[in-house]
């Protein structure tokens, strides 16, 4: 129900007929609804400085729509029991500004939710840092299987055996070598085959 369109009586139609019981009821609520909406309307936009006037009247509109079809319900719901509102305009406004909170709550942390994703710029980088970072990480890989090929087979298990955590002493231990003698023989190799692999490149 925006300021252009139909007033309470549309959000209410389904409430208003001869047999529906409650008309008076009804036909209060739909009174003082109108006179009621011109202060909602300043209240929403009080509420809103931050947004445009249609955005925050299209949020007011749906609120104050949902809490007069909620009212409307209960009326009908009591069966004409001794059952009245005794100020319907303060319930009215106590209601859709309880409701209208609410809601705005939820807006907000929906805003601060897409504020705090990152932007298609970013993600694009992120996307391409990704994609570098990929590459580098399989070019690397294909480094090390090279080098591990081209490997004679001492050197081959002395990495190996790095590779599943032995310490250098266990190493050499297991060489008959002592501990300085199994790291420089290894550096050794590691250092013939990255010149080789520098000639190859």
Not at 47 to 75: F, M
Not at 152 to 157: G, Q
Not at 166 to 179: F, K
Request: net charge positive.
């Amino acid at each position: 129900m925006s300021s252009r369109e139909s007033g309470p009586e549309w959000v209410l139609s389904r409430f208003i007929s001869p047999i529906a019981g409650h008309q008076d009821e009804i036909s209060e609520l739909v009174v003082v609804a109108r006179c009621l909406w011109p202060r909602i309307q300043a209240h929403a936009r009080r509420e809103q400085p931050e947004t445009n006037t249609d955005d925050a009247l299209a949020l007011a509109t749906e609120v104050w729509e949902a809490v007069l079809q909620s009212v409307a319900k209960t009326i009908q719901r009591s069966n004409r029991r001794n059952w009245r509102i005794r100020n319907t305009e303060a319930y009215l406004f106590g209601a859709f500004d309880h409701r209208f909170n609410r809601a705005l709550r939820k807006v907000r942390r929906r805003r601060e939710t897409i504020q705090h994703l990152p932007s298609g710029a970013d993600l694009e980088r992120l996307r391409q840092a990704h994609d570098s970072k990929v590459v580098r990480d399989l070019e690397q890989s294909i480094q090390v299987n090279e080098a591990v090929r081209r490997m004679d087979d001492w050197t081959r298990k002395v990495w190996a055996a790095r590779q599943y955590g032995y310490s250098w002493r266990e190493i050499a231990a297991h060489l008959g070598l002592t501990e300085p003698q199994a790291k420089l023989r290894f550096r050794y190799a590691i250092g013939r085959l990255r010149a080789r692999l520098g000639r190859a490149a």
